[in-house]
């Protein structure tokens, strides 16, 4: 089936440091998401992608869409303590028009930053 | 506002014991997911309702039974179950295509049983 790659699995950084993550596949993908999940609570959603090479930004959060559209990244900048969660990539195959697609997450990457 | 709301936040429950869990969205999407979740681990779909049918059963036991009474609303009934089903469920709403395919999850419910 399907898998999405997620590395790297855990990080444990100081704070400001510069964080980066990324998701890779044999699948071609034509949506890309990136969420965070605190201890207790769901998911939330932090950027999405739709297009090849797409550049997004979310204040100190950076994502692109690999131009091959098998990967993707999340780049984290000066990092601060409540940036600490676990960061799933999902992605989904089927076109942005169909009704049935499901989305592929990867293992997630647990962040923890020292104050 | 791209809110979802999930009722009980926690529940305990027997293994004879029927309970449902709850979830409600008023952003108007017309998708609406049922995900399991266990520590540490991606969330798991279980069943996703597109306009209000059924759309996608991820081969869940029966002991699981999802119900969508209107486009605002999604049930979980459980019945029967056992303790390796204790975990987060989490319910998650979108438009059904589009870039509002966008999922947007709820605080979850964790289960207990015992």
């Known amino acids: 089936g399907q898998q999405l790659n997620q590395s790297p699995q855990s990080m444990f950084i100081q704070e400001g440091e510069d964080v980066s993550m990324n998701c890779t596949s044999s699948s071609i993908f034509n949506t890309w998401l990136w969420y965070k999940q605190e201890p207790g609570e769901g998911p939330v959603l932090l950027i999405a992608?739709?297009?090849?090479?797409e550049l997004t930004s979310n204040g100190r959060l950076t994502a692109q869409f690999g131009i091959t559209r098998k990967d993707s990244f999340l780049n984290i900048s000066a990092s601060i303590p409540s940036d600490v969660g676990i960061y799933f990539c999902a992605g989904r195959t089927s076109p942005i028009s169909s009704n049935t697609g499901k989305l592929i997450f990867g293992q997630g990457t647990t962040l923890q930053v020292k104050p | 506002d791209t809110e979802v709301t999930q009722t009980p936040k926690h529940l305990v429950m027997g293994m004879t014991n029927k309970k449902s869990l709850k979830c409600e969205q008023h952003m108007g999407h017309r998708a609406m997911y049922w995900y399991k979740q266990k520590a540490k681990k991606p969330p798991e779909l279980m069943f996703v309702?597109?306009?209000?049918?059924?759309?996608i059963n991820e081969s869940v036991p029966s002991r699981f039974s999802p119900e969508c009474p209107n486009s605002s609303l999604l049930n979980l009934h459980l019945h029967a179950l056992q303790p390796e089903d204790s975990a987060l469920y989490l319910c998650?709403?979108?438009?059904?295509?589009?870039?509002?395919?966008?999922?947007?999850f709820g605080p979850g419910t964790r289960l207990t049983v015992t």
């Open positions: 992608l739709y297009k090849a090479g």
């Open positions: 998650a709403s979108s438009q059904p295509t589009g870039k509002g395919n966008e999922q947007y």
């Open positions: 309702y597109s306009y209000e049918k059924l759309s």
